[in-house]
């Protein structure tokens, strides 16, 4: 009789393992503070976001690469975490900030187009060609107002 085990084995051998690809990740320091920010510039990366997760660890984050500088709207497409965000422009300097608040999940009998229409949309004040989003409070715990720098690497 064979178990669980001998089928998973079996599988092993027989498969070739897909092996997940780390997110490519950028080292950005914001106000003498160290973030270790994945990457996010595909269309798909850019929609998806941090969609899905329920917790930023500290010092963590991701930062989106938008593929033109202009006026920026970022909603909570199916965050399960309060989160903030901080728009920067291609001079390097902060042009909105704000704490995005989790929404309601989608419902069963929402269509995708309702569901996005209810989403709160949180703006630059400028155009933006960055944004970076950071564990909720750190935008007031560093102090980020608009015109500073953020150093981004190119």
Do not use: W
């Not at 106000?31 to 798909?44: A, D, F, G, M």
């Amino acid at each position: 009789m064979k178990t669980f085990i001998d089928y998973h084995n079996l599988r092993e051998e027989t498969e070739p393992v897909l092996v997940k690809k780390e997110p490519d990740s950028v080292t950005l320091k914001i106000n003498n503070t160290e973030y270790k920010l994945e990457l996010s510039e595909t269309p798909e990366q850019l929609y998806r976001g941090m969609g899905g997760r329920d917790y930023i660890p500290r010092k963590t984050g991701m930062l989106f690469k938008m593929p033109l500088e202009e006026m920026q709207g970022f909603c909570m497409r199916d965050c399960e975490c309060n989160m903030d965000i901080i728009y920067v422009n291609s001079e390097n300097k902060v042009v909105g900030s704000h704490t995005m608040h989790m929404e309601r999940p989608r419902h069963r009998m929402e269509s995708q187009i309702q569901y996005e229409n209810r989403l709160i949309k949180y703006p630059s004040t400028e155009p933006a060609s960055y944004a970076i989003e950071l564990p909720a409070g750190d935008v007031v715990r560093l102090g980020i107002k608009n015109n500073q720098t953020i150093n981004i690497p190119k």
